[in-house]
């Protein structure tokens, strides 16, 4: 970005300084791409990550239902039945 400030700041009147000013020009819109392009492969690497988590929690909130469902049936359970019912 630097050199396109100093490219804009040199005349342009010669066909070199025309030259030079297209090439800060060309220089700096591929400098913009490139870190346009790093911002978006950040970005889904992120989200990914993010995605990853997500999952991670709903598996964890899942399997504590599913725990609290099982103290609460062993906690509720008719001994005298469930023995008859072995027997």
């Not at 100093?6 to 791409?33: C, F, K, W, Y």
């Amino acid at each position: 970005m630097q050199n396109l400030a100093n490219a804009l700041q040199q005349s342009t009147a010669t066909s070199a300084g025309q030259a030079q000013l297209n090439n800060a020009i060309v220089s700096a819109i591929n400098g913009i791409d490139q870190a346009l392009d790093n911002s978006q492969t950040i970005q889904a690497s992120v989200g990914a990550r993010l995605k990853t988590i997500t999952t991670a929690q709903a598996v964890g909130t899942s399997q504590q239902t599913q725990l609290k469902e099982s103290i609460s049936n062993l906690q509720s359970l008719d001994y005298a039945t469930a023995i008859t019912t072995l027997a």
